[in-house]
């Protein structure tokens, strides 16, 4: 079974820096795309950022690009987040993710994930 722990969320005002971590566990780690979803209340999960197995392709979100850099340690079986110049709307649960049908391309869809963290809470303030 794999486990996908996060870590790293917090307050941070706006402009500020942020970079969380994902340590995952339980199946080979490099065989993986990873991503990150965020979620605010009443609002359907959405896609943040997504790395393939090796690094060698990331995908974002338009509302992210130019501002986060998703990146993976495959010795450390960590993903991380970097978040620069975060602005308010940026405050969400951010979630790891972990998909284990397709090593090479990442999907942007909820469903297409297999398993997920529990989440670090991240708050973007004035």
């Known amino acids: 079974q794999v486990q996908l722990v996060e870590s790293g969320g917090g307050l941070v005002q706006a402009g500020g820096s942020l970079k969380v971590s994902c340590a995952a566990s339980?199946?080979?780690?490099?065989?993986?795309?990873m991503a990150w979803f965020r979620q605010t209340p009443g609002k359907e999960r959405e896609f943040v950022a997504g790395i393939n197995f090796d690094g060698g392709a990331t995908s974002y979100a338009e509302s992210v690009k130019g501002r986060f850099t998703i990146s993976r340690d495959n010795a450390k079986n960590t993903v991380y987040l970097q978040m620069n110049s975060l602005k308010p709307e940026d405050t969400a649960v951010y979630y790891c993710?972990?998909?284990?049908?397709?090593?090479?391309?990442?999907?942007?869809?909820?469903?297409?994930?297999?398993?997920w963290g529990q989440g670090t809470q991240i708050r973007v303030s004035l």
């Open positions: 993710a972990q998909d284990r049908h397709n090593p090479v391309l990442i999907k942007t869809v909820v469903d297409e994930y297999d398993y």
């Open positions: 339980g199946r080979p780690f490099n065989q993986a795309t």
